[in-house]
């Protein structure tokens, strides 16, 4: 079964310092991985899918790294600013199309 | 404007009282699917569907029935609804290929169970 763990569970930066955020998975051959934001009170919002035949994918300043062979991927946010506090979730596929497995969450607070 | 819609978004009832929370989508989705959110835990899949009339059992379907009669609703129905239902409800949506493909979530629904 896969399992999906993110490290730390908090996080607090000061503005502008870039966060760097951890995700590990125990079964390697995933399809995608996923990146997700999450705000108090409102739903998930998908940030990045990377496949897993890519290295790394970009948005604006977040850029996610993949690396399947030792189960980590990575979401880097640059020049952090308070309104990226929130909850950061990665999710991958189960082993069949229909299941998804979540990390529990990084909460990150990025003071001003 | 894409979005799904979970109704309602807080509800505080008592154990043994049936419930049911809505979920609709309008972008014409397959894929549907309901989890919950617990401290520490993160978000477990409870069902799921991959079109009209298919459902199958996430990771914790114990205590949950859901029904998808149209391609829209998907509705999450607690039959006799415990205190360790007490959680954060949340929905999701896409294409087909289901969780290989973005998620689009509703808000959320927050149940407390007394």
């Known amino acids: 079964k896969q399992e999906v763990t993110q490290i730390p569970a908090a996080l607090s930066v000061p503005e502008g310092e870039n966060l760097v955020l951890n995700c590990s998975f125990t079964?390697?051959?995933?399809?995608?991985l996923q990146w997700f934001r999450q705000d108090p009170g409102k739903g998930l919002t998908s940030l990045l899918l990377i496949q897993s035949s890519q290295r790394e994918q970009t948005s604006g300043r977040l850029n996610a790294s993949l690396d399947k062979s030792s189960g980590r991927s990575t979401l880097y946010i640059a020049a952090s600013q308070p309104g990226d506090s929130a909850t950061y979730l990665c999710?991958?596929?189960?082993?069949?199309?229909?299941?998804?497995?979540f990390g529990a969450g990084t909460t990150v607070t990025v003071r001003a | 404007e894409a979005q799904v819609t979970q109704n309602p978004r807080y509800l505080i009832t008592v154990t043994g009282k049936k419930l049911t929370v809505t979920c609709s989508q309008n972008?014409?989705?397959?894929?549907m699917s309901w989890y919950r959110q617990d401290p520490g835990l993160g978000l477990r899949q409870i069902y799921y569907s991959m079109n009209v009339e298919v459902t199958d059992k996430g990771d914790v379907p114990e205590g949950y029935k859901v029904s998808r009669k149209e391609k829209r609703n998907f509705p999450l129905i607690l039959e006799s609804p415990s205190p360790n239902q007490t959680s954060l409800y949340f929905c999701?949506?896409?294409?087909?290929?289901?969780?290989?493909?973005?998620?689009?979530f509703g808000a959320g629904t927050r149940l407390s169970v007394l």
């Open positions: 999701a949506s896409s294409t087909v290929r289901g969780a290989k493909n973005i998620q689009y």
């Open positions: 972008m014409n989705h397959e894929y």
């Open positions: 999710a991958v596929p189960g082993s069949n199309d229909y299941k998804l497995s």
């Open positions: 079964d390697s051959a995933i399809y995608n």
